[in-house]
């Protein structure tokens, strides 16, 4: 998650502001990082946490491309929005600049 986000990025001067109470995140993840001892941050860079996969499209077409994937039988949720990379994160959001 970390590392794929920016890489859509194709201007240097965005970042991903990521709302990290967003999507339910299994278990077996929280016992991964326990067990191991990871990072929060390896966490993300390494196993993405329940986030299967990104698409980015413009905030007025997301909630059109949220119900179209979930009427295709996927599970589809906002998680976050494009932001300069000087954005400040708020409680529970992580900023990934490019």
């Known amino acids: 998650l970390l590392e794929n986000l920016p890489r859509m990025f194709a201007e240097r001067d965005l970042a ?14 929280s016992w991964l990082q326990q067990a191991g001892n990871i990072d929060e941050l390896e966490m993300l860079r390494t196993f993405n946490c329940g986030v299967g996969f990104v698409i980015c499209v413009a905030a007025e077409d997301a ?3 949220c119900r179209l994937l979930i009427d295709l039988g996927e599970t589809a949720k906002p998680i976050g929005r494009i932001v300069a990379p000087d954005t400040p994160a708020g409680t529970g959001q992580l900023t990934i600049p490019r």
């Open 16 to 29: 991903a502001l990521i709302d990290m109470d967003s999507w339910d995140r299994p278990g077996v993840f």
């Open 63 to 65: 909630e059109r491309a």
